[in-house]
């Protein structure tokens, strides 16, 4: 059949616009200035941020190798290293370099693992935990206290007197404190604007915990804490800064995401609220008043709960209920495996979503029991439209011993490496 060839659609060929003159509309006044609103600015490329991370990821390192890693110039990271040095962030180590050459020699530099370090405090539904970490993000120590009563002014009294005892004890400048809870966390403002299960509204715990500790303090939520852990130290760090999700399964269920390297918080520092997300194959009633809600599937207090019933454990202890899995109790272990069945389809919905580079999960069960984390990942293949080739992007947190340690000593660190020559002041912003 001959084809027909269609002639190129030119100028010409299209119907005659009228054009509107200014006297077809009314006159309005002209904008001006003072009629926009206020610009915000993007904040400048902090070169000691680029040139601490450099030394993170790299160190021991040169200096003029730093400048290439960095693409910071030689000049500058001189003068930077010279007052990152000054500040104890990082050290000269001289027994690191290679054999002398030609020219001056090339001491080699490294992130200072003695002189200062950050606390970071969790608090969760049953307990709070205070621990010091050092820069490289390692737990030198963590303390962990069940709570009394949950009256915020009680809870944040208490953790401030614990923050004060491990600072005294560390030996160290504290850097800061960070803060990670569960719920909707406002970063911006340090307010815990709505935590149900503590019966949490418009907690101001960043103002009350830098009033009483006389620290700098950040406050995050859970998965955006951990997922800045993990693009930091984390084990596949280099692929959590291209994109990365965090799925937090706990009490609480939240998740977080992030692409080049910036955590998204959304305009009300509420992104990752999943708690509510649709699971089939759950029959568990939320307390919204729903049935299949993914925090009401797969919480701690679900399955402890379950564990009571079925006679697994003989307290509300979620621990007690992992140390029988552990010992290889089959009940035990099959709750865990149900659960992370649960989260795999969670997962498989977020692989859809974000198609990140990497998906990190935190859940006990995966952390902890290679049967679970395989269960976990078989369910996000079958409920991902990319199968398997997607579900080799999920991983287990790169800190499973420590997750709660962890989370608020990353919130705190985060802020040291986005700008490690701010004033404490600056940790506002």
Do not use: K
């Amino acid at each position: 059949m001959p084809v027909r060839l269609e002639r190129t659609t030119r100028r010409g060929d299209l119907p005659l616009e009228r054009t509107t003159r200014r006297g077809d509309l009314p006159l309005e006044r002209t904008t001006r200035r003072g009629d926009l609103p206020a610009v915000v600015a993007r904040r400048p490329r902090d070169s000691a941020a680029e040139v601490l991370r450099a030394i993170l990821d790299h160190g021991p390192i040169a200096r003029s190798t730093v400048a290439r890693a960095s693409r910071v110039s030689a000049a500058s990271v001189t003068g930077i290293v010279a007052s990152l040095l000054n500040r104890g962030l990082v050290r000269e180590v001289p027994e690191a370099a290679g054999p002398p050459g030609n020219g001056r020699p090339h001491v080699p530099v490294d992130i200072e693992p003695g002189r200062v370090a950050v606390i970071g405090t969790h608090i969760a539904v049953p307990r709070t935990t205070v621990s010091l970490m050092d820069l490289r993000g390692r737990v030198l120590d963590q303390r962990q206290d069940p709570h009394g009563r949950r009256d915020p002014a009680e809870v944040l009294a208490a953790l401030a007197a614990r923050v004060a005892a491990v600072g005294r004890d560390a030996g160290r400048t504290i850097l800061g404190l960070g803060l990670a809870t569960g719920g909707w966390v406002d970063a911006t403002t340090g307010t815990v604007v709505d935590h149900p299960l503590l019966g949490w509204r418009d907690v101001p715990a960043g103002a009350v915990l830098a009033e009483l500790t006389g620290l700098p303090v950040r406050v995050d939520s859970n998965s955006r804490a951990m997922l800045r852990a993990e693009m930091l130290f984390g084990d596949d760090a280099g692929r959590a800064r291209g994109s990365a999700v965090h799925l937090f399964v706990g009490n609480v269920v939240d998740v977080a995401f992030a692409a080049g390297g910036s955590v998204h918080q959304g305009p009300r520092s509420a992104a990752g609220a999943v708690a509510h997300l649709p699971v089939e194959g759950c029959a568990e009633v939320c307390a919204c008043g729903r049935t299949g809600c993914l925090q009401a599937a797969v919480s701690e207090q679900t399955i402890v709960r379950r564990a009571l019933a079925a006679g697994l454990i003989d307290r509300p202890d979620f621990r007690a209920l992992i140390d029988a899995a552990l010992a290889g109790r089959l009940a035990a272990v099959a709750l865990f495996e149900e659960r992370a069945r649960l989260v795999g389809r969670a997962a498989g919905l977020l692989l859809d979503l974000f198609d990140p580079e990497v998906l990190v999960v935190v859940e006990a069960g995966a952390n902890r029991m290679p049967g679970c984390l395989a269960a976990l990942r078989a369910e996000a293949a079958a409920w991902s439209s990319a199968g398997a080739d997607m579900a080799v992007a999920v991983r287990r947190t790169s800190f499973p011993d420590t997750v709660l340690a962890v989370a608020g000593g990353a919130v705190a660190l985060d802020r040291v490496y986005a700008a490690p020559l701010g004033q404490p002041g600056d940790w506002s912003r």
